[in-house]
């Protein structure tokens, strides 16, 4: 089965647009594309293609003919919006052959999709968020800060909390008895959702401590659940940090107590009041390509590598920061980070063209964060 595209000329095609066309299908496989002619068209038989391949023939077979064939069927072929990804190729046929279940929103209504959050008492007012913190990065206590600002007037949270590993943040240890840290940790949150408007999202990055045995992403999932928000969903976000040791005593070749190996870390995205987060449609600055590849809801990102330069341990990449809020947040809504470090979130948030609000308890950090910003405006 292929997608067929017809490519009409006033003239009828002569030996050197057929010439053409034979070299064009030589150069790719059956199952890829391939090009048929009647008279005074051409007709396009596109099942799966290497998008870059096409433009590298479109330049070495443009000058074989005087029509604009490749140009049309390249230009023709970018229009297509709708197609899956597999590798390196775009798949324009059977791609979305997924099983169908019949009357699925109906089903989805007697089931009671997302039951935990029903009951909600979030409402849809909105207040004007403060001017004064505005595109600010304020040192303090996330807990004491955000209760300076008011309900319902904050789109997206996206943060990456300390996770007791023992790390040493800038004389801050992060290293409390796990009762304690989890109630401070849920204190901030409170206040994250709080702050948030409806149909807001909350989301945090988490890397559990297995030597503690301590499913952090779990229970942070859980504290949301029984606060009412949606769980959207999880990304996996594969570090490919091989590097992580291969023993631990007691667990080589035995079954005594074998230790799991993690290269990734996780991605829960939690929404307030409703799935659903309206916005301006020019406010959307995802491209078809990045939308699809990013709901894939598995992203190989590296770790970031300036954190020597940013004298901070625990930073994460911008790259991460761009998918997020380019998937889940429009051009100027107001994005806030409690734990922002030295301010990638509201570093990428300015490049992005959304407003900020990064708080974090260290002044070294915040002076980071600022500078970070500063290069950035001048840069612009
Ligand atoms: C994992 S790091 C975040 C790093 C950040 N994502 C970045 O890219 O720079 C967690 C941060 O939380 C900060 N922190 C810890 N307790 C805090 C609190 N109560 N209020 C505000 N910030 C806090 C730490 O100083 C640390 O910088």
Request: glycine share 4%; proline share 3%.
């Amino acid at each position: 089965m292929y997608k067929q595209i017809v490519l009409k000329y006033n003239d009828k095609l002569n030996n050197k647009d057929l010439l053409a066309i034979k070299l064009f299908n030589e150069s790719f496989k059956t199952n890829e594309i391939q090009l048929e002619h009647d008279h005074n068209q051409v007709i396009v038989l596109l099942r799966e293609l290497d998008i870059n391949k096409l433009q590298d023939i479109y330049v070495r077979f443009s000058s074989y003919t005087s029509k604009t064939i490749f140009q049309d069927l390249l230009n023709s072929i970018e229009q297509i919006k709708s197609y899956g990804i597999k590798g390196k190729k775009r798949n324009y046929v059977d791609y979305n052959k997924e099983r169908k279940v019949k009357q699925r929103k109906k089903k989805q209504i007697k089931r009671s999709q997302y039951y935990y959050a029903k009951e909600n008492i979030f409402t849809k007012k909105e207040n004007k968020f403060p001017e004064k913190y505005l595109n600010q990065i304020i040192v303090g206590d996330s807990e004491n800060i955000l209760n300076n600002i008011p309900d319902n007037c904050v789109d997206l949270v996206f943060t990456s909390p300390p996770y007791n590993f023992g790390l040493d943040y800038n004389k801050n240890q992060d290293d409390h008895y796990w009762e304690d840290y989890f109630s401070k940790l849920f204190k901030i949150f409170k206040e994250c959702i709080r702050v948030t408007k409806y149909g807001g999202r909350i989301i945090i990055n988490i890397q559990p401590l297995f030597s503690d045995y301590i499913p952090s992403h779990h229970l942070i999932s859980n504290f949301f659940i029984k606060e009412k928000l949606i769980w959207k969903g999880e990304i996996l976000w594969e570090k490919n940090n091989y590097n992580c040791k291969y023993t631990a005593w007691g667990s080589w070749k035995s079954p005594s107590s074998p230790y799991l190996k993690y290269t990734w870390e996780f991605i829960e995205i939690f929404c307030k009041g409703d799935l659903k987060k309206n916005g301006n449609k020019e406010n959307i600055d995802i491209s078809a390509d990045e939308f699809k590849k990013w709901v894939l809801g598995k992203w190989s990102i590296a770790p970031e590598k300036n954190m020597k330069k940013y004298k901070h341990p625990a930073m994460f990449p911008e790259e991460l920061v761009e998918r997020v809020l380019k998937l889940f947040s429009y051009k100027k809504d107001i994005i806030l980070d409690p734990f922002n470090g030295v301010g990638t979130t509201s570093v990428v948030s300015k490049r992005l063209n959304r407003k900020y609000i990064g708080i974090d308890i260290s002044r070294e950090y915040c002076k980071v964060a600022q500078a970070r910003i500063k290069d950035l405006e001048e840069k612009n």
